[in-house]
C-alpha cells in the first residue's frame, strides 16, 4: 500500500493523558498537513511541513499540541493534557512538489475519543 | 466566517440518474477547487479538480464546472451508481506566503443513490 499511513486508526484517553499519532506520508511527498474533522463539518488545518521545517501552524493548534518531521519522511502529532474538546478525526496527508502540489493524499485517520 | 460553503447537507438521487452538487465560495483568492469523497471509516479521497482559468473538467463519470463570477462550482456525476453513496467535500485552494497550498473544505453533501 503506497497511501498516506496513519497510526493508530483509533484512541480511547482518559482527560488529562497524553496521546500522540504517527503519519507516513506517500514516499517523495515533501509536503505533509495534518488536519482535524468533527461531525459534520470538512477538515480543518492544523499545521504544515515542508520536508523537516515546520512552516505554518493554525490558531486552532493550541500549546498542548505538538507536532514534529524529524527527518522529513514521518511526521507525530502530540496531543498533552488532553480535554474533550480534543475528541475528532485527525487527518494526515501529504502532497508531491511541482505542480502537482495543488492536490493533498488523505490518509484514513485517527479517531480520538477523550472520556 | 464559512468561505466554502455547501448548503445541501444531503442529496438522494435514483441510480442511472444525475446528481448534483453545488459549492460556493467567498474569496477571490482561491485559484484551484477540488471535490473530495469519503466514505465511513476512511479518509477523503481526491475526485476531480479545476483550476480557475477553465470552467469545466471532466473525467469520465465526474465533471465539476466553474462559474467564477458566482463563486459557484457545481459536481455532475452521470449516470449516478450505489457505489457513489458517500459524503462529498468540495476545497478551495490558495497559495499563502508560506508556500503552503491551503485547502478550505466546506462542511459536506451526503449523496445517497438509491438503486
Known amino acids: 500500500d503506497t497511501g498516506v499511513s496513519q497510526d493508530p486508526r483509533h484512541k480511547i484517553t482518559k482527560r488529562g493523558q497524553n496521546v500522540t499519532f504517527r503519519c507516513d506520508p506517500i514516499?517523495?511527498?515533501?509536503?505533509l498537513y495534518w488536519y482535524r474533522q468533527t461531525l459534520g463539518q470538512g477538515p480543518e488545518f492544523l499545521t504544515y511541513?515542508?520536508?523537516?521545517?515546520?512552516?505554518?501552524k493554525s490558531r486552532l493548534l493550541s500549546d498542548r499540541f505538538s507536532a514534529e518531521r524529524p527527518k522529513g519522511s514521518f511526521s507525530t502529532l502530540e496531543i498533552q493534557r488532553t480535554e474533550q474538546g480534543d475528541s475528532a478525526m485527525y487527518l494526515c496527508?501529504?502532497?508531491?512538489?511541482?505542480?502537482?502540489?495543488?492536490?493533498?493524499?488523505f490518509g484514513a485517520g485517527t479517531r480520538l475519543s477523550v472520556l | 466566517d464559512q468561505q466554502v460553503k455547501q448548503n445541501s447537507p444531503s442529496l438522494s438521487v435514483q441510480e442511472g440518474r444525475i446528481s448534483i452538487l453545488n459549492c460556493d465560495y467567498t474569496?477571490?483568492?482561491?485559484?484551484?477547487f477540488l471535490w473530495y469523497k469519503k466514505y465511513p471509516a476512511e479518509g477523503p479521497t481526491f475526485l476531480i479538480s479545476?483550476?480557475?482559468?477553465?470552467d469545466k473538467n471532466e473525467d469520465g463519470r465526474f465533471t465539476v464546472f466553474l462559474n467564477k463570477s458566482a463563486k459557484h462550482l457545481s459536481l455532475h456525476i452521470v449516470p449516478s451508481q450505489p457505489g457513489d453513496s458517500a459524503v462529498y467535500f468540495c476545497?478551495?485552494?490558495?497559495?499563502?506566503?508560506?508556500?503552503?497550498?491551503?485547502?478550505?473544505f466546506g462542511s459536506g453533501t451526503r449523496l445517497q443513490v438509491q438503486p
Open positions: 474569496n477571490s483568492m482561491f485559484d484551484y
Open positions: 496527508a501529504s502532497s508531491p512538489p511541482g505542480l502537482a502540489e495543488n492536490i493533498q493524499y
Open positions: 479545476i483550476s480557475s482559468i477553465k
Open positions: 476545497a478551495a485552494s490558495d497559495l499563502k506566503d508560506t508556500g503552503r497550498r491551503a485547502l478550505t
Open positions: 514516499s517523495e511527498h515533501n509536503r
Open positions: 511541513f515542508q520536508n523537516e521545517a515546520q512552516l505554518e
